[in-house]
T-cell receptor, first 113, second 115 residues
Framework: GESVGLHLPTLSVQEGDNSIINCAYS??????FIWYKQESGKGPQFIID?????DKRQGQRVTVLLNKTVKHLSLQIAATQPGDSAVYFC????????????FGSGTKLNVKP | SQTIHQWPATLVQPVGSPLSLECTVE??????LYWYRQAAGRGLQLLFY????GQISSEVPQNLSASRPQDRQFILSSKKLLLSDSGFYLC????WGTGFNYGYTFGSGTRLTVV
């Protein structure tokens, strides 16, 4: 469900390193997941998605991993760049409740040059 | 191509004043429309969503209301603003395809400060 009242955890990485951002979900009926990136003062933007019938999906420099057994989702960013600095949210869509996505609390990624 | 317009970008309003934020979508028909609020440094809170003209679902009881007078227009309103209404307001739309929601496209947001 939504975690809107929590302060954002921060992940600090060195430029060029790989980043891993994690997200836990609780509903076993969640069957579609999206990672969003939100830069300061802007609306969130779609990064990558994955359906529950997949374990892994790759994009350009990003990979999403889904572990349904432990209800865990991760976003891996390869060779992190300063432009990757943003807040990252995972969002889940629950089967039978198609109209809404439920957002995680978000993680702030800080890339150090 | 589909685009979403949200305005104004920033707004400073006194306590007790009314509010009207507008969101319009172009390039799609019968979208689902959403209003989210985000407090500083926090997550996204769903306020309202609409699956069609005149249809509004309210997620959180509060000082706000929403209306959808046209297929691609979604309005967020308040008769009297409270200090707690301050935040970053985001409009979003989504499309359906064969019973599948492909996720949101967000607008650029409105930064509301109630003083």
């Amino acid at each position: 469900g939504e975690s809107v009242g929590l302060h954002l955890p921060t992940l600090s990485v060195q430029e060029g390193d790989n980043s891993i951002i994690n997200c836990a979900y609780s509903n076993s009926a969640s069957d579609y997941f999206i990672w969003y990136k939100q830069e300061s003062g802007k609306g969130p933007q779609f990064i990558i998605d994955i359906r529950s019938n997949m374990d892994k999906r790759q994009g350009q420099r990003v990979t999403v991993l889904l572990n349904k057994t432990v209800k865990h989702l991760s976003l891996q960013i390869a060779a992190t760049q300063p432009g990757d600095s943003a807040v990252y949210f995972c969002a889940e869509n629950i089967y039978g409740d198609f109209n809404k996505f439920y957002f995680g609390s978000g993680t702030k990624l800080n890339v150090k040059p | 191509s589909q685009t979403i317009h949200q305005w104004p970008a920033t707004l400073v309003q006194p306590v007790g004043s009314p509010l009207s934020l507008e969101c319009t979508v172009e390039g799609t028909s019968n979208p689902n429309l959403y209003w989210y609020r985000q407090a500083a440094g926090r997550g996204l809170q769903l306020l309202f969503y609409s699956v069609g003209i005149g249809q509004i679902s309210s997620e959180v009881p509060q000082n706000l209301s929403a209306s959808r007078p046209q297929d691609r227009q979604f309005i967020l309103s308040s008769k009297k603003l409270l200090l707690s209404d301050s935040g970053f307001y985001l409009c979003a739309w989504s499309v359906w395809g064969t019973g599948f929601n492909y996720g949101y496209t967000f607008g650029s947001g409105t930064r509301l400060t109630v003083v």
